[in-house]
């Protein structure tokens, strides 16, 4: 028979998201990303961290200061590493992010060709910076819409 408590599409490439996100060394914010062919194949992953070969010690990781005392002008975000990470066309494709992309990624998202986003938290959006994104999604047609949570359990030992 049968197994019917399988989890669904959208749980398995959330789930792949947010285990991405455990990657992340930034002590404030995890963002994990997943970008899924239509044929439900997974293209890409990628996290919010530093360039490669800058080394994660040597870098700031703070959220206030000085600009250059903090992550902000170095860290690439996970939707962006997701898509350089990615030795395939993006045509067509969808990515489940844990966090709504910025007006940055927004811009390698579209280019990229991916059109569907499906996102689990849009803490910012009173924000230019994701305004700016849903503006640009709308201008192009790419579609984005939250992640419905089902509350199930994954229990994943290591």
């Known amino acids: 028979m049968k197994r019917t408590d399988y989890i669904s599409w959208d749980e398995y490439f959330m789930g792949i998201a947010l ?3 455990q990657r992340s060394k930034d002590s404030n914010t995890q963002v994990g990303a997943c970008i899924v062919s239509t044929e439900n194949k ?3 992953v990628g996290y ?3 360039p490669t070969g ?3 010690d040597d870098m700031p990781w703070g959220r206030d200061g000085a600009r250059l005392e903090t992550k902000y002008p170095f860290v690439c975000h996970a939707e962006l590493n997701a898509i350089l990470n990615s030795g395939f066309s993006l045509k067509g494709s969808r ?3 844990t966090l709504f992309p910025c007006n940055e990624c927004a811009k390698a998202i579209i280019q990229s060709g991916i059109t569907q986003i499906i996102y689990l938290s849009d803490k910012y959006a009173d924000s230019d910076e994701t305004k700016a994104s849903k503006m640009m999604f709308d201008m192009t047609g790419i579609k984005y819409y939250p992640y419905s949570p089902t509350k199930r359990s994954v229990l994943i030992e290591l």
């Open 19 to 21: 285990l991405s996100a």
């Open 42 to 44: 997974i293209l890409s």
């Open 48 to 50: 919010n961290g530093m």
């Open 54 to 56: 800058c080394n994660d």
């Open 95 to 97: 990515l489940y992010v």
